[in-house]
């Protein structure tokens, strides 16, 4: 499918925010997050399902996926950015209108749980979409200085493109050389293979694969990346790009493999170039990456570059 790529976002643009996921823990959180997107310059609309809460969810199934039906449809509306991850999009993503998503193509940012719904809008719409940092936050801004100019870089004018390089004195690490050249796909490592023999699992056929994840131990990120091997996932995929790992470490007083020896075992074994610690996933900096366009890695002299700009 050719990939649509949305208007970019220019200041006074008008989003909505909403909660396909988990729920904010308290109104004056979400007022936070609807002041941190102004503060951007952009108008906010506030769904329904961001004050919502029904146990671990932001309301129920049919509130959440209603939000994200009312602010792509609405022409009013310029861009949507999720509040938060959590878990919740597997349960909306047969709720979601992908007709009248494809015919209103919009600016659609969020990461972590968010996955499930980049999958599924990249395969039935062929959207272009972001996985970028998220306005809510427990305590502290929502994002620092890098991660909100990464992000408008992306969601604006000159829609992302360029090299992606990690701030500060963190190094892109190769763990395998070549060079590979493919659309971007992946996100967070557990909902890839949560959708795994659902319509919306992922197409990682000459892609560049990005995986990341937070709280899961070297044995279970061993399974995730195991399932997709089988399902020949990996062999398919052009190369990868190995995001954050946080709290990802081996249970203490229980024998284990670390994340990165799991990963060298898994991956290095397809021959593909892989780039690892790229500071994206549940971390700060969280740079935003546009997945559906065309990016190239570069394992010999290790870089990242987009190739064609993410908006229109």
Partial sequence: ???????????????????????????????????????????V????SCREVHGYLAGQDASRAADMNAFFADPGIQG?????????????????DYAMIRANPKVFVGYSD?????????????????HGPMPYSEKGPPWDDAS?????ACIGQEGGKGPIANPGDRA????????????????????????????WEIDTRDRILFIEDIGERPYRI???LTQLRLAGKLAEAAGFIVGDWNDCGPEEGKGSLTVDE???????????????????????????????????????????????????
């Fill in 172 to 199: 892109l690490i190769a763990l395998s050389g070549g060079r590979a050249r493919g659309r971007l796909v992946g996100g967070n490592l557990s909902l890839i293979a949560a959708t795994m023999g659902t319509p």
């Fill in 1 to 43: 499918m050719k990939p649509i790529k949305p208007k970019a976002l220019v200041a006074g643009s008008r989003v909505g925010l909403v909660a396909p996921s988990g729920p904010a823990a308290g109104g004056e959180r979400v007022d936070a997050a609807r002041e941190a997107l102004g503060e951007l310059g952009y108008e």
């Fill in 114 to 130: 968010i996955t499930g719904t980049h999958l599924a809008l990249g395969r039935e719409c062929g959207l272009v979409t972001f």
């Fill in 80 to 96: 949507i950015f999720c509040m938060k991850g959590g878990y919740g999009t597997p349960r909306i993503l047969d709720r979601l």
């Fill in 148 to 152: 909100k100019a990464r992000l408008l």
């Fill in 262 to 312: 799991v990963l060298e075992e898994l991956l290095t074994p397809t021959g593909k170039p892989i780039l690892a610690n790229l500071a994206a996933g549940h971390c700060k900096p969280n740079l935003c990456l546009p997945l559906g366009v065309e990016v190239e890695i570069d394992g010999d002299d290790p870089a990242i570059v987009v190739i064609e700009a993410a908006t229109a």
């Fill in 45 to 48: 609309v506030v769904g329904m």
């Fill in 222 to 224: 061993d399974r995730m």
